[in-house]
C-alpha cells in the first residue's frame, strides 16, 4: 500500500498533542501516531497523564525518532519489568513500606531506557507537561519544568501499587486519578488546536466486568470518561481530532499479552478514521 501523502491540515497551530492514561493500553497511543505521521501530523507540545506522559515525554524529546523508540519500548515491554515481584512478595514490601504493593525501580528503569539523555523537562525539543495529583489537595497539578524522572514516575504513580513520589516539597499520584484526558491542560500551554491519544474510547458501550482486575478497570473508565465528556463540552469548539481507541474499557491496563494486536488495531481505525475527516 503506498505511504499517503501530506493531507490539508483543518487545524491552527499550535497543535497539542494530548496523550491519556490507561497503563499496558499506552500502545494504543503508539498505534494512532503511526497513522498521524504518515499524513504529517505531528505536535507543537505536548501534554501526558501516566503512562501517556512517559509516551509523551518520547515524543517531546524528539518527534523525528519517536515512533520508532516508542515501537521498540512497547514490543519488548512486560509486566514484570514494572512488577517484578511475585506470590506474596508485594503483600511484604506493602508490610515493610506501607506505601505500596511494588517499588518504582522497573518504572524508573523503563524511562531511563530511551530518556536518559533528559534530565529536565525543559530539556526536552517540545513543550512539555505532565499531569500528577498533590496527595494533600487531591487536585491535579501540571509539571512542565524540573527534573523530568520524578514527573514522570508521579504522574504513573498508582496509588497502592506504587508509591507516591516527592517532588518539590509535595507528595504526588498518578494523574489519571483527576485528570486522564488532560485537555485544557493543553489549552493552558497555548494550544490552538488539538489531537487526542486516548487509549479509551469515551463513547464506547462497556462488557460487563467478569474478573476483580476487569471490575477496577470498569470503574476507573466510568469515572474518567465522565470527565473526559466534560471536557470535550467545555471545549467543543476547538478544532480537534480525536481518533477512537479499539480497547475496551474493561481490558486491564496491567495486562501486555496484548500489544501486538493494540498497535495493528490502532493504526487501522486512525487510519479509517484520518481518511474519513482530513481532506487529501
Not at 15 to 24: A, C, D, E, K, T
Not at 97 to 105: A, F, H, I, K, V
Not at 118 to 123: G, K, P, T
Request: hydrophobic fraction near 40%; glycine fraction near 8%; charge should be negative.
Amino acid at each position: 500500500m503506498p505511504r499517503p501523502g501530506p493531507v490539508h491540515m483543518p487545524l491552527p497551530r499550535p497543535i497539542g498533542f494530548v496523550l491519556s492514561g490507561g497503563g499496558s493500553l499506552g500502545s494504543v497511543q503508539v498505534g494512532i501516531l503511526r497513522a498521524l505521521f504518515e499524513r504529517e501530523i505531528a505536535p507543537d507540545l505536548v501534554v501526558g497523564t501516566s503512562i501517556g506522559a512517559f509516551n509523551g515525554a518520547v515524543l517531546a524529546a524528539d518527534p523525528t525518532l519517536a515512533l520508532d523508540k516508542l515501537l521498540r519500548f512497547w514490543k519488548n515491554a512486560s509486566r514484570s519489568d514494572v512488577m517484578p515481584l511475585r506470590g506474596i512478595r508485594p503483600l511484604l514490601h506493602w508490610r515493610t513500606t506501607r506505601e505500596s504493593l511494588y517499588p518504582n525501580d522497573g518504572a524508573l528503569k523503563g524511562i531511563r531506557s530511551v530518556l536518559s539523555d533528559f534530565a529536565l523537562i525543559e530539556d526536552l525539543a517540545l513543550p512539555f507537561g505532565a499531569v500528577a495529583v498533590n496527595l494533600r489537595t487531591g487536585l491535579p497539578e501540571l509539571f512542565r519544568d524540573g527534573p523530568l524522572e520524578s514527573a514522570l514516575l508521579a504522574s504513573s504513580a498508582i496509588p497502592a501499587f506504587f508509591p507516591p513520589v516527592s517532588r518539590g516539597g509535595n507528595l504526588y499520584y498518578d494523574g489519571g486519578l483527576a485528570d486522564n484526558v488532560p485537555i485544557g491542560h493543553a489549552v493552558t500551554m497555548g494550544a490552538q488546536s488539538l489531537v487526542v491519544l486516548d487509549t479509551t474510547n469515551p463513547v464506547s458501550n462497556l462488557d460487563q466486568p467478569r474478573s476483580i482486575a476487569e471490575i477496577a478497570s470498569y470503574v476507573t473508565e466510568v469515572y474518567s470518561r465522565q470527565t473526559t465528556l466534560r471536557h470535550l463540552h467545555d471545549f467543543e469548539p476547538m478544532p480537534m481530532l480525536y481518533p477512537r481507541s479499539p480497547a475496551t474499557g474493561t481490558m486491564s491496563p496491567l495486562d501486555l499479552d496484548h500489544t501486538e494486536e493494540l498497535l495493528a488495531s490502532s493504526y487501522a481505525a486512525t487510519c479509517s478514521y484520518l481518511d474519513r475527516v482530513l481532506v487529501g
